[in-house]
């Protein structure tokens, strides 16, 4: 891991405002917690490398190079604060904005000019506070995940301590750091779970995001609402080709489709199974959660088919948590005359500004997500030890600030092939847990309704998919399946495919035994074509639950519960001041001042220093101030409201004796 302790405050902007009110604002998640972006921290480590390193290619290996295939060794995670798993925990109950006023707060600055500040040029800037909020004497500290070959743990420690200045303004007194490493590695967990007899087994688990993940998805700045097994297909063979070879066996694991990668859908940490939602759910205007179509009785109300999301058996429709960031692209400046596209008519020599601001969405982090994997117990074995000995990275930007999990749950189960039993008039339905890729025999692909049905086969072929007269219960859905290929360095070809959610719901015309769960169509290792077959009275819509989030008595909300008092503490000082009918004189102001600064507590001010005032008029004054502005109340507060109120009347007599 890496300890980034600060020496200063510290602006890690984000590239946003807030409210008109904040010009540059800090990088903070959805709880309110500032953090230091994985991107701009290894960034800055670069910076640092090449101050020290002379070895550019040591330097590659490290960091990667931009334009190349491969990535380079380091994998690094957003810089939080330290225990904020734990804090996480409270914080879900508590507003954002005042989780980060505990840890920042509002600098103000102008341009000068001519040795004055120059017009319409003030500034806020939101920085975060030096030493932490929860002791005062403690500078704050931030802790990033870092996963580093073993070879080169001496050099990346080296560059760490050359680390001395993070994020905006730090060559102006912010992001002073302390940066240390501490390398961490992992041993594969072992399993005596694997059959001898080389059976099917299969890996249930389940992954905590760490931080946020982007997985490509339809529009390439926003993302998907699951990890698809393409990408955990892409991260096992990734991390098998560090320490092998592509060989035979790296064929038969990922190239043979010998074992089956699935989708990785929303959870909770106890793996509890949520799927797409099938068409048969849908919603009615005006009423809260979801009806089942196939099973509600006729009326004149107007149903519509829940169009995303995912549920379970109850019915239950969730969606997974996305934000907006932001990110500058770096800044490049060349001549046009290193620019192949350039009009003779220009100056060659002028230089030009590629910098560049976009958004790109990401599914937030802290949230669950479960999976499973199935094959040959011999090849599973094999995954199960990268799984238990990896940090977990999917999608997008795998080296910088996204794409970071943690394993929460592995459980190795044998492969039973449940079957489902239908009677003769039952109806039951089959729903894609999954896209679906199926072949037409003819080199392209069949989409519809009745070549999903013969896919699924199993005399499910044989039956008519619109056998309700009345109402047609089967609906499809269907999405464009694209992908790039970062080896070659080009765009996959497209092609649109049955989506998740798709239902066909059959009436049995005679007793069947069906599987519960089946795989159809190509690519099935990469999470295409999963099938669940059902009754559709299985889904039972259960009565929506009014969420009631209280915030846990931590030690976060004693420090909101502080500064919302400190927050009404200097209201009513600056009121009792304005208010206050007695003039009292300067110097008096100071006496009053020193005393309240050096009384041991509330007793001793009243009961001692008060009683030693020798005049009856400035005793009887201060006896009045500290009665009428009520100080008592404030039992841990006292002081600093008597020394605002006391500061208050000595700037308000500048303007002039009261009368």
């Not at 069947?512 to 077959?533: D, H, N, R, W, Y």
């Amino acid at each position: 891991m890496l300890k980034i302790t600060l020496k200063s405050d510290l602006c890690a902007a984000s590239g946003d405002s807030f409210s008109s009110v904040i010009d540059t604002d800090v990088s903070y998640d959805k709880y309110g917690f500032p953090f230091i972006g994985g991107r701009r921290l290894k960034g800055c480590l670069r910076e640092a490398a090449e101050l020290i390193v002379t070895d550019k290619d040591l330097i590659n290996k490290i960091f990667g190079e931009s334009g190349s295939s491969s990535s380079g060794s380091l994998r690094l995670s957003d810089a939080h604060i330290a225990d904020y798993d734990s804090m996480v925990k409270e914080a879900e109950g508590i507003n954002a904005e005042k989780i980060t006023s505990l840890f920042t707060y509002t600098r103000a600055a102008t341009a000068i000019e001519n040795d004055t500040a120059k017009d319409n040029s003030l500034r806020f800037t939101r920085v975060v506070r030096h030493y932490s909020p929860i002791d005062n004497n403690s500078e704050l500290l931030f802790i990033a995940r870092c996963e580093l070959d073993p070879e080169y743990d001496e050099e990346f420690a080296c560059i760490a301590k050359a680390l001395r200045n993070i994020g905006y303004k730090r060559n102006r007194g912010f992001g002073a750091v302390k940066c240390e490493y501490i390398p961490e590695h992992f041993s594969a967990a072992v399993s005596d779970c694997f059959n001898a007899d080389n059976g099917e087994v299969c890996i249930k688990y389940t992954v905590r995001l760490t931080d946020n993940v982007m997985i490509p998805g339809a529009v390439s700045d926003e993302t998907a609402d699951y990890i698809p097994g393409t990408s955990v297909l892409g991260f096992f063979a990734n991390s098998y080709l560090k320490n092998n070879t592509a060989d035979s066996e790296f064929e038969e694991l990922f190239l043979k489709n010998n074992i089956r990668f699935s989708n990785l859908y929303i959870s909770d940490e106890n793996g509890r199974e949520y799927f797409p939602a099938p068409v048969i759910l849908g919603k009615i205007k005006g009423e809260k959660g979801a009806v089942n179509i196939v099973t509600r009785p006729r009326d004149e109300k107007i149903v519509k088919p829940v169009k995303s999301g995912y549920t379970d058996f109850s019915a239950n429709i969730i969606k997974p948590l996305t934000e907006t960031v932001y990110h500058h692209s770096k800044k490049v400046e060349k001549t046009k005359a290193e620019n192949t596209k350039v009009e003779k008519t220009k100056d060659p020599t002028e230089k030009e500004d590629k910098t560049t601001l976009y958004t790109q969405t990401a599914i937030c982090s802290g949230q669950f997500f479960s999976g499973t994997i199935t094959g040959k117990s011999s090849y599973v074995k094999k995954i199960y030890e990268i799984l238990t000995g990896s940090i977990l990275h999917f999608g997008r930007s795998k080296t910088a600030q996204y794409s970071s999990c943690e394993l929460v749950k592995a459980e190795v189960l044998p492969v039973t092939g449940d079957t489902i039993k239908i009677s003769a008039g039952q109806r039951f339905m089959a729903l894609l847990l999954s896209d679906a890729i199926i072949p037409d025999g003819f080199g392209g692909y069949d989409i519809s309704a009745y070549g999903l049905k013969n896919a699924i086969g199993h005399g499910v072929e044989k039956l008519d998919i619109y056998s309700e007269n009345e109402i047609n219960y089967s609906a499809m859905r269907y999405r464009i399946i694209a992908g790039y290929n970062s080896k070659w360095n080009m765009q996959k070809p497209q092609f649109r495919t049955p989506a998740a959610g798709s239902t066909l719901v059959f009436t049995a015309k005679e007793d069947m035994e069906l599987p519960v769960q089946l795989t159809i169509g190509a690519k099935t290792g990469e999470g295409f074509g999963s099938v669940m077959i059902c009754r559709p009275e299985k889904f039972v819509p259960a009565v929506p639950e009014k969420e009631n989030r209280v915030a846990a008595d931590g030690i976060l909300s004693k420090l909101i519960s502080k500064n919302e008092m400190i927050e009404e503490m200097r209201n009513e000082a600056v009121s009792f001041a304005a208010s206050y009918w007695k003039s009292v004189n300067s110097s008096q102001l100071g006496r009053y001042t020193m005393m309240v600064k050096n009384a041991e507590d509330f007793s001793d001010l009243k009961n001692h220093m008060v009683e030693k005032i020798k005049s009856k008029k400035s005793k009887a004054d201060f006896d009045s101030i500290i009665e009428s502005s009520n100080a008592k109340k404030y039992k841990e507060l006292w002081r600093e409201y008597l020394v605002l109120i006391l500061t208050l009347m000595k700037y308000e007599n500048r303007g002039g004796e009261k009368k």
